[in-house]
Structures are given as C-alpha cells and as structure tokens.
Nanobody, 121 residues
Framework: QVQLVESGGNSVQAGESLRLSCVASGFSFSLADRCMAWFRQAPGKEREWVARDTETADSVKGRFTISRDSTNNILYLQMNSLKPEDTAMYYC??????????????????WGQGTQVTVSS
C-alpha cells in the first residue's frame, strides 16, 4: 500500500525559505523510477501542479526546486523567496505505475495528507 507523508510546512515571512519533505513507502518501484510531483491548493481554488519530476511550474520557476533521495525514498521541495501567493496546502503525489501521464490532479493516483504553508507580507 502506497503511503505518502508530507512535512515541513510552516508560517513564514515573505522572502524566507522552506523545505518540504515527503516520505514515501509501499512502492513496487524505487522512487528514482517513478513519476513524483508536488501540488498545492489554496482556499477556494483548484489543486494545481507545482513541480513534477525535474520540472517546475512557471509560477514558481527559479524559486522552487524539486529533488529526491532515492535511497531513503524522500521527495523534497525547496522553496526560496516565498511570496504571499504561495500560501496553500502542499501535497505530494505519485502515479500507480511508473510514468507521468500529465499535470492535472486526475493524472495522479496517490496523495499525502498535505502540509500547510502560510506566507505573510
């Protein structure tokens, strides 16, 4: 059974940094061999893709970096120069197989419980 557990969310000031972690377990394949992503969802808004494999969305490009520790099955999201508009619940996600299908919420099969990031100005 695939389990994803996020941590690292916090309340910070604009311009500060945070690193989110997602510990994964129950995989048939190594973390190195499957599609992994970070999404976020702000109140009243749809869940949106932030980073997938080595890509980042335009809204966070140059500020956020996705990486993975495949030995320990941990996915990271390094977030620098945070802005108030980055405030959201952040979710780790993966697919049932190995390969990415797309960038929408429906293209992913497993989700963590989320970790809250709040950025104040």
């Amino acid at each position: 059974q695939v389990q994803l557990v996020e941590s690292g969310g916090n309340s910070v000031q604009a311009g500060e940094s945070l690193r989110l972690s997602c510990v994964a377990s129950g995989f048939s394949f190594s973390l190195a061999d499957r599609c992994m992503a970070w999404f976020r969802q702000a109140p009243g808004k749809e869940r949106e893709w932030v980073a997938r494999d080595t890509e980042t969305a335009d809204s966070v490009k140059g500020r956020f970096t996705i990486s993975r520790d495949s030995t320990n099955n941990i996915l990271y999201l390094q977030m620098n120069s945070l802005k108030p508009e980055d405030t959201a619940m952040y979710y780790c996600s993966t697919v049932r197989g190995r390969w990415c299908r797309g960038y929408k919420e429906g293209d992913f099969d497993y989700w963590g419980q989320g970790t809250q990031v709040t950025v104040s100005s």
